[in-house]
């Protein structure tokens, strides 16, 4: 069975090696439209832009090992399901007996925002290099547009870089998708501590400069000097190589609770998902789409399972984990939370930016959110696999 993998980082690397681990001997394919081997991307807005480590120290290692061939810098721009076949720019077709779907996320732009010289998007190892040496020529006045996981990340490493950051968001609260409402203040204070100039429930309204960004005014009448502006206002499936090839799309490709993709409503067995660009029937909260480092991992190994064994490989059933690293603490959550859930915080004290809050629905712990508490927020993660009853016995 020749496995054709399109994408070719985080996911597209970890389903090659599952499907190696569980026993997949034959031909394996990986396109990738960057040409390098797989790096990691979560440095890339902390120790890559604060100068800790190199381009070199992001790659993730096992690539070389795996009797895979790997066609770097190409990228897919059809599928014709019938032929089994993947088109490549240019014209190039590759044939498939079973194919996985790992083409991630890209970040999304503001049309705003875009030809100005001084503007920087966050998604690959190239827009942080790039953005480093901005950020590293002189001392730039840094505005960030977003204060989403990836964007307050960036400001985070332009403070330790000892640079005047200025962040605007439209929403009243930062990360509040991400801990929830109730403890987005925490996150906001703690960024305004840290020396961050943090707008929030304002807009971008226009830029000012010649071909080069000078400063941004914003929907409250004011006026944002800046040398460089950062976009971190989400990402989006990359779904559009697979545009009016049959299969399902709808924010990511559609699939089943074992990762394989449908086409017109049918999963069908060759073919699966993995990472950001799955969206999957998650077992009783419906379809989901998580964009996190640690989903891409295990839903590789889980999409591996899928195309060897059918209907014999588990539901994807995972707990949901996200971290991110601002300042000086690790935030940190689990499970999946909702509006409206209960909270309270079970261990510490959001004064001290030290806690665990943990989420209920039902009367079931669902979601657990930490600040500086690695080891607790993982004992939440294994009770919420468990079903654990809410509130939790930490
Ligand atoms: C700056 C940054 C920091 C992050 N930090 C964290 C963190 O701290 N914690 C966390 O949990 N998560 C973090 N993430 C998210 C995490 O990195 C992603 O969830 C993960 O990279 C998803 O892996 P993936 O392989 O599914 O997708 P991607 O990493 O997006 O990779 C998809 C690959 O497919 C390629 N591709 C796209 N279209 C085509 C095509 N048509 N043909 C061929 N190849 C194609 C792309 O070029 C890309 O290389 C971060 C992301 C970024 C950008």
Redesign the pocket.
């Known amino acids: 069975m020749h496995v054709v993998v399109?994408?070719?980082?985080?996911?597209?690397?970890r389903t090659a090696e599952a499907l190696r681990k569980q026993g997949h001997d034959d031909r394996i394919t990986v396109?990738?439209?960057?040409p390098r081997l797989?790096y990691?991307?979560?440095p890339?807005?902390?120790q890559l832009l604060t100068g800790k480590v190199g381009a070199d120290a992001t790659a993730l290692g096992g690539a070389d090992d795996l009797g895979v061939e790997w066609l770097l810098g190409?990228?897919?721009?059809g599928l014709d399901l019938d032929r089994r076949r993947v088109v490549l720019a240019g014209g190039e077709q590759i044939g498939f007996d079973a194919l996985v779907l790992?083409?991630?996320?890209?970040?999304r732009r503001l049309p705003l925002l875009e030809g100005w010289t001084g503007v920087h998007l966050?998604?690959?190892l190239d827009d942080?290099l790039a953005l480093r040496q901005a950020l590293d020529h002189g001392s730039p006045r840094v505005l960030v547009v977003g204060a989403g996981?990836?964007g307050l990340?960036v400001a985070s490493s332009a403070r330790t870089l000892g640079l005047e950051v200025t962040v605007v968001e439209l929403a009243g609260a930062p990360l509040a998708r991400v801990v929830g409402e109730r403890l987005a203040p925490v996150v906001a204070e703690m960024h305004r501590e840290h020396g961050v100039d943090l707008r929030l429930g304002v807009s971008v309204e226009a830029v000012e400069g010649s071909g080069r960004v000078e400063a941004l005014r914003l929907g409250d009448g004011s006026r944002v000097a800046a040398d460089v502006v950062v976009v971190g206002v989400g990402?989006e499936a990359?779904t559009?190589?697979l545009e009016g090839s049959g299969v399902d799309i709808a924010d990511g490709v559609s699939c089943d609770s074992r990762l394989r993709v449908r086409a017109g409503g049918r999963p069908l067995p060759h073919l699966v998902a993995?990472?950001?660009?799955a969206r999957w029937d998650l077992p009783g909260l419906g379809p989901t789409r998580?964009?996190?480092?640690?989903?891409?991992v295990e839903s590789a190994a889980a999409a591996a399972a899928t195309l060897l064994r059918g209907d014999e490989a588990p539901a994807y059933d995972p707990v949901a984990?996200?971290?991110?690293?601002q300042h000086d603490r690790k935030i940190q959550v689990v499970g999946l939370h909702r509006p409206g859930d209960e909270s309270e915080v079970v261990e510490g004290s959001l004064g001290d930016r030290r806690f665990v809050a943990a989420f209920g629905r039902g009367g079931r712990l669902v979601a657990g959110v930490g600040f500086g508490r690695p080891a607790k927020v993982m004992a939440l993660r294994r009770l919420i696999a468990e079903g654990a009853p809410y509130p939790p016995e930490l």
């Open positions: 399109v994408g070719g980082s985080l996911a597209g690397l396109v990738g439209a960057e797989p990691d991307r979560p890339l807005s902390k190409r990228t897919a721009s790992a083409t991630g996320s890209r970040a966050l998604r690959t942080a996981v990836v990340e990402a990359v559009d190589w993995a990472g950001d660009l998580l964009e996190h480092w640690t989903n891409a984990y996200v971290w991110s690293d």
